[in-house]
């Protein structure tokens, strides 16, 4: 073999090692920091704040006044923040025993939830006053947006008040936020060291009812970074947004009568920042083309300083054409660094050709 021969020949011999290694991220370690980094700590602040909300709505209904209610709304904010965070993560513990459903029942277009909140308050059937009563019924009467429509909608003046309507009313909503407390624990419970779904989340094998490679875990971890992207855009914003002012629809946007609806969509968008920069996908970019990273991260903050700055409520801000313009855009760029973001990731980390990055599928 000539000299240039061999050159080219150990230089092809270089080049298809690196491109292997290249090719496939460390799926142990993306595992090891989402789990640590990302899911652990932020479900464990949300049992926190659960926890705190039920002890406000608990003295809301032993003494209740205009004051307490305003804490236990302090506190329903505080506990919407951190479940933002963790609302992109729909997989692990939270998808078992319908609690995803039971603690967001969201979207729901059609208003069964609150058809089936107002029929209970109608006829104050008092089942749902008990937690493990209330457990075993419908999901739109469990979660948060139950608890918010009885702290901010029709008659929510009441639980200020003394009487037999205040007191079934915060009674009703003790028990959703009891229940939603006891989910979040169970949640935190389940990713434990030692529990079966952390070992597999981190230890997957053939035959494990969850996972049955590495490349797996990623693929959820994926879906969470490029589904939640889509959520903002499409959800939390395109839909109450609508084609025009005349076309919005804000009572579509989530927790529209709080007026946490951009709190939440931020929230949304900083659990999807914590799994690109914290999570390893950033380094999975870095990898495939330096300096990307950096740009992704940036329409990021930038899109969460936007919605964190927008302190009025949808119904205002689908009728403001600045607004409406700044929101388009930020659109754009979440779809921008979605797409990149995902094409990256995917290549990087070997996963599923063909995967459409922003259909969450």
Excluded at 58 to 86: I, Y
Excluded at 149 to 176: H, W
Aim: charged fraction near 20%; hydrophobic fraction near 45%; charge should be negative.
């Amino acid at each position: 073999m000539r000299p240039l021969e061999r050159l080219l020949l150990v230089a092809i011999l270089l080049a298809g090692s690196a491109s292997a290694a290249h090719a496939e991220a460390d799926h142990a370690a993306i595992a090891q920091a989402s789990l640590t980094e990302i899911i652990r700590p932020f479900y464990a602040a949300l049992a926190e704040q659960t926890g705190a909300l039920t002890g406000k709505v608990e003295t809301l209904c032993s003494q209740p006044s205009a004051a307490a209610l305003n804490e236990t709304k302090t506190a329903f904010a505080a506990t919407v923040s951190a479940w933002s965070k963790v609302e992109i993560l729909r997989f692990g513990p939270v998808t078992q025993d319908h609690r995803y459903e039971r603690l967001f029942f969201w979207p729901d277009p059609k208003g069964l939830g609150l058809r089936q909140l107002q029929d209970v308050l109608a006829k104050q059937d008092e089942t749902v006053t008990e937690p493990d009563e209330l457990a075993g019924k419908s999901v739109a009467l469990q979660g948060l947006p139950a608890l918010e429509y009885l702290l901010y909608g029709d008659g929510a003046e009441t639980l200020t008040m003394s009487g037999e309507g205040g007191a079934f009313r915060c009674g009703f909503a003790l028990s959703v936020a009891t229940n939603i407390d006891r989910i979040a624990r169970n949640v935190v419970e389940g990713w434990r060291e030692g529990a079966a779904y952390e070992k597999s989340f981190l230890g997957p094998v053939p035959d494990d009812p969850h996972y049955h490679a590495p490349k797996e875990v990623t693929l959820d971890l994926f879906k969470a970074f490029t589904s939640g992207i889509e959520l903002v855009r499409d959800q939390k914003l395109g839909k109450p947004l609508g084609a025009s002012s005349e076309q919005a629809k804000p009572k579509l946007a989530a927790f529209w009568r709080s007026g946490l609806s951009f709190a939440n969509a931020a929230g949304n968008l900083e659990g999807v920042r914590a799994l690109f920069a914290q999570g390893g996908f950033a380094q999975v970019v870095a990898q495939e083309s330096p300096g990307v990273e950096n740009s992704i991260l940036f329409d990021l903050d930038h899109a969460i300083e936007v919605l964190r700055g927008i302190d009025r409520p949808m119904a205002e801000v689908v009728e403001d054409e600045s607004l409406r313009v700044k929101l388009e855009a930020l659109r754009v760029s979440l779809k921008s660094a979605a797409q990149t973001a995902g094409d990256m990731i995917a290549r990087g980390a070997g996963l599923a050709f063909g995967f459409n990055a922003t259909d969450g599928d």
